[in-house]
């Protein structure tokens, strides 16, 4: 295998659109400037993409190793199971092993949730933080948990499902086949599902009407809530409820000092929805006194720069620098 | 300091009435003869066992390092700062730095049952992965976290206390002041104080008749189960819902593939109740197919064993081995 100067590495975040990578030094998260490029459709397809982007970043030929973020189901080992969002990726396909072997260098596949993870761990909000959990609500609940300053891994992938816990048994259904998950109360997607059943149901449909014939999204939610709207209010009110109950008894399980909370509906809801969980009355476990919540730093390419440090990570370009 | 063989440690479990070291081998687990004694009152005169304890030890004198699992609060650096069960013990103590001074060794010091999960996840039913999670159930509910083959270690000293995590927000009262907490649904004294309440609000009181003057026990547990006495029924079947929907959780969130389950209530009640929990509606998260439920091993000395483990893994005894 090729060596390369052990303080920069390659970090890729392969999106369900476009594939985004940058060279970038580990110690001090500095990357250059980012290659773009299309995602096509079907595996062999992605990986001759990522072959391409990864080859013309500047810098490539002296970084150490490549890290790629991948927006899937990735096992041990790096081979990504699947990728709802790029098509005909519904089998399991060993991107670390074919990549290490194009590329001649040693490549760390994540999902791309963790490496935001890793990034928000390392350089962000959860700086200095032995422990950290990072949620971020979006359309789904997503996340991940840093313990003993590394990121917790699974041995089947789905390490982070935070969106997935229950917090009402037998509750509101989920994405996923199953009831009463956290991301069924807080995901735009469930919080959506929810104002259209009300409406359905004959309720007030302030919401339904903002989003016209489109999904309710992030924006309408915080349009709703400035005008007083009392069906937002209530739907917000048990997004906050059940975050608050999930992410206190996860700062109790793991005696976490701080949470990181990001994603569309934490940013544009802001400190006033954040203000809502920490005050909740279901807040779970030990309660809020002992865990601060505080946005995401929003870091720019948090996705390839967080596979990147983990990938210096896992190859030890760090400790041999 | 003194140079020792790094393939033998001393583990120590201190608890609130006897004192009991051996030196372990943290390769293969294997323990000499045990020493003990009873534990005095005040720190000060602990800490004076402890040495007098660990000094009698077969092999002492080649051992590396100490390794002491306590029935408290430890924080960082080894500091106790309370243990409830040793008379006096109200304010934190350098226990790792006294002892490290006097023994002349480095002195690695732990919570008692995240000891006990080391041993478990080395030793025991954890076996094999590189996540777990362990819970004890006995008067109250205390676990630990393995994580990426590591025992989780919060920035507090309190992680694992997975019997504060909240099940039903605002629900029964719990030793620690709050509300709806898994110890207080599933906890030998949570199960108590709730069938004492029924009892006096004039509900059957077998229970209450079991116990005579004294507490509820686990065994009287078993033998109302046994009788199929209706509040026995309904307070276990509680008790596994309120496990089942935690554990579930804490699985889907670190994506463990097992759980190992202990203490008194799971050791008396045994492979009934485990099934209870597996075939509970409220099991939480993806539920109870990505996760199998297992007994402890209930190893000899889970304490002092897994004391010694993590003492060699920290001091890296193990690697120069």
Redesign the interface.
């Known amino acids: 295998m090729a060596e390369g100067r052990p303080d920069l590495v390659v970090g890729v975040d392969l999106g369900g659109t476009k594939i985004l990578a940058r060279a970038v030094e580990p110690k001090t998260g500095t990357a250059n400037d980012r290659v773009k490029m299309k995602t096509p459709a079907g595996p062999a397809a992605v990986l001759d993409a990522l072959v391409t982007t990864i080859t013309q970043v500047d810098g490539w030929s002296d970084a150490a190793a490549v890290g790629i973020g991948v927006p899937g189901l990735v096992q041990r080992g790096g081979i990504v199971a699947r990728c709802p969002n790029i098509e005909g990726w519904d089998h399991p396909v060993p991107v670390a092993d074919e990549l290490t072997e194009r590329l001649g260098r040693p490549v760390i596949v994540a999902n791309d949730v963790n490496c935001g993870v890793v990034a928000e761990h390392r350089l962000g909000s959860g700086r200095g ?3 950290l959990l990072a949620v971020f609500v979006g359309t789904g609940v997503g996340g991940g ?1 840093i ?2 300053d ?1 990121l ?11 969106g ?3 917090v009402e ?2 509750g509101r259904p989920c994405g ?1 086949g ?1 009831r009463g ?1 956290l991301e069924s109360y807080a995901g735009r997607a469930g919080i959506e599902g929810e104002a259209r059943r009300r409406a359905e149901a004959g309720g007030p449909e302030l919401l339904v009407e903002l989003a016209g014939g489109g999904p309710i999204k992030s924006r309408h939610l915080a349009t709703a809530l400035a005008k007083g709207d009392p069906t937002t209010l209530e739907l917000l009110a048990e997004a906050a ?1 059940a975050l608050a ?2 992410i ?3 700062a ?6 701080r949470v990181v909370l990001g994603g569309g509906v934490v940013d544009k809801l802001g400190d006033p929805f954040l203000d809502e969980i920490r005050q909740s ?7 809020p006194d ?1 865990v601060e919540l505080v946005s995401a730093e929003r870091l720019d390419d948090a996705g390839a720069i967080g596979a990147a440090l983990l990938a210096a990570e896992r190859v030890g370009a760090l400790v041999e620098a």
């Open positions: 933080f032995t422990s948990v313990v003993n590394h917790a891994e699974g041995d089947r992938g789905m390490v982070g499902e935070i997935h816990l229950t048994p037998g996923c199953g998950h409820d109950l999930t206190g008894n996860v109790t399980l793991l005696d976490l000092p009355r279901r807040f779970g476990g030990f309660g002992i």
